[in-house]
């Protein structure tokens, strides 16, 4: 059973920095990609930035040339550092990977919190 959990969530002023982490276990993470999703409060979940076991990755517009996201493989690990903070990146942050190759899976973390104050 694949688990993933986040951790680096918190408070921070706006114009402020945050570096979340993901770590994963239980699994073969050979051939996947992870992905960092968010939810602000009331709205759906949207795909923030992923990255692939071979290093591609993609951002999306709110995401662009304010976070960066990293992964280690041989840890298993990923991580997004976020600067620049706005009050509209609040939200909960989740952790998610997927492969599409045997064994075959999708999964998420539990989220960890980010807040952003004025």
């Known amino acids: 059973q694949v688990q993933l959990v986040e951790s680096g969530g918190g408070v921070v002023q706006a114009g402020g920095s945050l570096r979340l982490s993901c770590t994963a276990s239980g699994g073969t993470f050979g051939a996947t990609t992870m992905y960092w999703y968010r939810q602000a409060p009331g709205k759906q979940r949207e795909l923030v930035a992923s990255i692939t076991s071979g290093g591609t990755i993609s951002y999306e517009e709110p995401a662009k040339g304010r976070f960066t996201i990293s992964r280690d493989n041989a840890k298993n690990t990923m991580s997004l550092q976020m600067n620049s903070l706005k009050l509209e990146d609040t939200g909960v942050y989740y952790c998610?990977?997927?492969?599409?190759?045997?064994?075959?899976?999708?999964?998420w973390g539990r989220g960890t919190q980010v807040t952003v104050s004025s």
């Open positions: 998610g990977v997927r492969r599409l190759v045997t064994p075959v899976y999708r999964y």
